[in-house]
């Protein structure tokens, strides 16, 4: 038996629609089972337990668990990734724990200078701040640059002007000063005078220990949100004895903070200048996009390859849209912990 054409032809638009139902129903099913995801740190470095009291090492869990806790709600109620960032970092940035926000390192003349950045995956929508010593939360204002300027980054008086215009709220530099930074720069340029370490606000120099604090505390967050949208962003004071004016890699997108939907969502902490000169963030998606590697060896190749080669340190947080996680880091130790796809939350401080 042989069918004319215009049946053939009827037969297969019925297939057709019948294919593209079934597709369609699936991918709405996918969708709407996609798996949330939260990755959060607060910086790399001498984190070592020796250096730790009990109390203070649960205080970091706490406040950890806590940021962890309140971004993953908003992504278990349907938010964006970028709102979710937004509320774990602010958390961050409000704890005297971390070098973000209140508790954030000094620079040599004893001020506090903050940076942060925000990348939206969806879009590659980005927004940045550098130099703000006013603005209470740094990585707020990086998401009205992106979202209510037609520029990525602003720095200094200019984006605290930008800030003022739209009403964020804007403290005393002494609001961010706590005792325990001012004795960290007292301690390292106490070592500077002695010659005894020339280089102490490189922190990275060999033998160079750092007893009362970990080198590094920018904080940061990556997620993924029901609609498959990741985001990044990161905060941070810098690096102690920076000298004023100095900009780190945390505000400069593609060094210290990345997202894109096609790869990854990156955040970093370490050492600025390395990731700058290493585009250290940016490093991670590209391997992802051109040599074809997956999110953990991606991570790893930049952080125990290039970083590692370059003499820097540090480390970083990673995720993709499948909800892989990756976190490495070449120091004794990164604050870090993250609740994944399946609801598992984990924090960790040390080495594996
Ligand atoms: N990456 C930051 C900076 O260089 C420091 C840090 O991670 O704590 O400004």
């Known amino acids: ?82 709102d979710a960032v937004i509320t774990s970092i602010q958390i961050l940035e409000a704890s005297p724990l971390f070098n973000a926000g209140v508790g954030a390192v000094f620079t040599s003349e004893g001020t506090v200078e903050l940076d942060a950045s925000l990348m939206n995956g969806a879009g590659r929508q980005a927004g940045a701040v550098a130099g703000v010593a006013h603005v209470k939360s740094p990585i707020a204002l990086a998401r009205l640059v992106m979202e209510a300027s037609p520029h990525v980054m602003m720095v200094g008086a200019g984006a605290e002007a930008f800030a003022r215009e739209h009403g964020q709220e804007m403290v005393e530099n002494e609001y961010f000063h706590t005792d325990r930074r001012r004795k960290q720069l007292e301690q390292i340029q106490q070592r500077e005078q002695s010659g005894s370490n020339g280089d102490a606000h490189l922190l990275n120099v060999p033998g160079y220990s750092e007893p009362i604090e970990q080198k590094y505390g920018t904080v940061g967050a990556v997620a993924l949100d029901r609609a498959g949208n990741l985001a990044a962003g990161t905060s941070t004071g810098g690096m102690t004895n920076k000298r004023f004016g100095r900009v780190g890699d945390a505000p400069i997108i593609g060094a210290g903070t990345y997202a894109d939907n096609a790869t990854c969502a990156v955040s970093a902490t370490g050492h600025g200048e390395y990731y700058i000169r290493g585009v250290l963030a940016y490093d991670v998606a590209a391997m992802m996009r051109y040599a074809g590697l997956g999110l953990a060896q991606a991570a790893n190749a930049v952080i125990h390859g290039t970083l590692t080669e370059m003499g820097g340190t540090g480390g970083l947080i990673a995720l993709d849209r499948e909800g892989h996680i990756a976190m490495p880091f070449n120091t004794a130790g990164m604050y870090r912990g993250y609740i994944d796809t399946a609801g598992n939350l984990v924090i960790k401080i040390y080495r594996d």
């Not at 297939?15 to 996918?30: D, K, P, W, Y």
């Not at 709407?32 to 070592?48: D, K």
């Not at 009291?53 to 992504?75: F, H, I, N, S, W």
């Open 1 to 82: 038996m042989s069918l004319d054409a215009p049946k053939t032809s009827k037969l297969l638009c019925a297939v057709l629609f019948f294919l593209l139902l079934i597709s369609g129903r699936e991918a709405a099913a996918q969708s709407e089972e996609r798996g949330v995801a939260l990755v959060i740190h607060g910086g790399a470095g001498t984190i070592l337990p020796g250096n730790m009291t009990p109390d203070l090492e649960q205080e970091y869990q706490d406040k950890l668990t806590e940021a962890l806790r309140a971004g993953y709600a908003v992504l278990e109620r349907g938010g964006a990734s970028l």
